[in-house]
């Protein structure tokens, strides 16, 4: 079992940045993948970025802007967001998944461990 606890989300003018962060309890990250997903008001749940063993995984809409980095000692995962869009307004969801029931990274339905969320909106 995995809990995780999403922290760092806020309101931010486009341009701006901001530094997601997950915190993980009951197993250590560094043996899942772990991802961010986010999911607008109306739409449906999408992969934003993944990482395991150091390999990442980004969806288009988020490559040169964003990265996903790991830190096993404190057992967190982050999710630095730079040149922010209006479109990049979402809630955002920290997973964990298994390695060996891993297909695509970016799909939700890979993961079995999810945060509560933390909401991000970008204004123009």
């Known amino acids: 079992q995995v809990q995780l606890v999403e922290s760092g989300g806020g309101s931010v003018q486009a341009g701006g940045s901001l530094r997601l962060s997950c915190a993980a309890s009951g197993d250590t990250l560094s043996s899942h993948y772990m991802a961010w997903f986010r999911q607008a008001l109306r739409q449906e749940r999408e992969g934003v970025a993944a990482?395991?063993?150091?390999?990442?995984w980004y969806d288009d809409s988020v490559k040169g802007r964003f990265t996903i980095s790991q830190d096993n000692a404190k057992n967190t995962v982050y999710l630095q967001m730079n040149s922010l869009k209006p479109e990049d307004t979402a809630m955002y969801y920290c997973a964990a998944g298994t390695p060996w029931t891993m297909g695509w990274p970016l799909s939700s339905r890979m993961y079995d461990y999810w945060g509560q969320g933390t909401q991000v909106t970008v204004s123009s």
């Open positions: 990482i395991y063993t150091g390999s990442t």
